[in-house]
């Protein structure tokens, strides 16, 4: 049997090209996130794709961010993933432990937030009323922290 020498160099191009293309439709997630009241603890972005997930509180992916760069009560965070339409919520986790602290009444005891999306009630948010299309060149996506 022959062997064909121009195949390991069309494997490795096929290779290369399904890398490429990956890093292509990934972008830059940049996300200001302003009204932190304290440097304690962590800054929690959990990215949600659908109403779906983030009703079954499935985040796509979870960033975690420390706090030392904070600056006026703003802090600056990068992640990357691919192009398409989010939602982020977020935990300014002060004590650490991962999750979001309520009272005995279900009312945050800890910092939160949603994506270009500021809470006037009291009521939790739609999907489609704090998700964003991350697109090649897109802007900084904000999030202003409330505590009750």
Do not use: H, W
Request: with cysteine; net charge positive.
């Amino acid at each position: 049997m022959k062997k064909n020498r121009f195949l390991p160099i069309l494997l490795f191009s096929c290779i290369q090209l399904i890398f490429s293309t990956a890093q292509a439709q990934s972008q830059e997630l940049r996300v200001k996130v302003s009204d932190i009241r304290s440097a304690k603890g962590k800054i929690i972005l959990n990215v949600f794709k659908d109403e779906a997930s983030y009703e079954k509180q499935q985040p796509y992916t979870t960033l975690s961010f420390d706090k030392k760069a904070i600056s006026n009560g703003v802090l600056m965070v990068k992640g990357t993933v691919a192009t398409g339409i989010y939602g982020i919520t977020l935990i300014d986790d002060e004590n650490g432990n991962g999750k979001l602290e309520k009272n005995f009444m279900g009312i945050p005891k800890e910092g939160f937030g949603f994506s270009n999306f500021f809470m006037t009630k009291m009521k939790k948010p739609a999907f489609n009323e704090f998700k964003f299309e991350l697109k090649p060149g897109s802007s900084v996506v904000e999030i202003k922290t409330k505590y009750m």
